[in-house]
């Protein structure tokens, strides 16, 4: 019954994402290589994703689809991780996070890039986070398993990968998200890149 729950869930949220998608007011780019309208993830979410990862000041964070940047400027001002990157294709969302980083005073250790998140380098990672929609889960797991280091964390919000099974789960109720997404509640996965075999 609770994966059921789950499923329906999980098909609201897309429902809900898809029809933001098309409406005028979406954030959604017209890129071919989109992968999820942006999205502004609450502040209670970041600081859960970001504890959930354990980040800490020898922690590099990479944020795929960072959209306003928040994350990985959090993962700097308040969890202190030694650098960050935010990757995005659409530009004005990279400026953005730029300037914010520039304003947070972390400019120096948090880059953002417009960047095709499926071409981004993401072998010095020790910490992933990602928020995209479902359709994009199944190749970037692939990319993830392929290029990261064991050890290396990565938090999903919402939209767990297909095969590679979590290590964690975390759902919080967030009644400020029903409003754009359909459910008052986010759900965290945590994963750990197993040892090559």
Same mark, same amino acid.
């Given at each position: 019954?609770? +994966? ?12 809900? +994402? ?8 979406? +954030? ?170």
């Amino acid at each position: 019954m609770k +994966q059921l729950k789950h499923a329906f869930a999980i098909a609201l949220v897309a429902a809900a +994402q898809l029809s933001l998608s098309n409406s005028a007011d979406a +954030q959604f780019s017209s890129k071919p290589e989109a992968v999820a309208p942006y999205a502004a993830t609450l502040t209670v979410v970041v600081d859960a994703m970001l504890k959930l990862a354990d980040v800490g000041p020898d922690d590099f964070v990479v944020d795929l689809g960072s959209g306003d940047g928040r994350i990985v400027i959090a993962a700097a001002t308040r969890f202190k991780a030694r650098r960050g990157l935010g990757v995005d294709i659409e530009p004005n969302l990279v400026k953005f996070s730029s300037d914010s980083a520039a304003q947070a005073g972390v400019a120096d250790r948090v880059k953002f890039r417009e960047e095709d998140l499926f071409k981004t380098d993401v072998s010095e990672a020790t910490v992933v986070t990602v928020y995209l929609l479902p359709r994009a889960m199944p190749p970037l797991e692939q990319k993830l398993l392929a290029e990261l280091k064991p050890g290396t964390r990565v938090v999903v919000q919402d939209y767990p990968f297909p095969t590679w099974r979590a290590e964690r789960v975390v759902e919080l109720k967030t009644p400020d998200k029903e409003t754009s997404a359909g459910l008052p509640y986010a759900q965290l996965y945590l994963y750990k890149v197993p040892a090559r075999k």
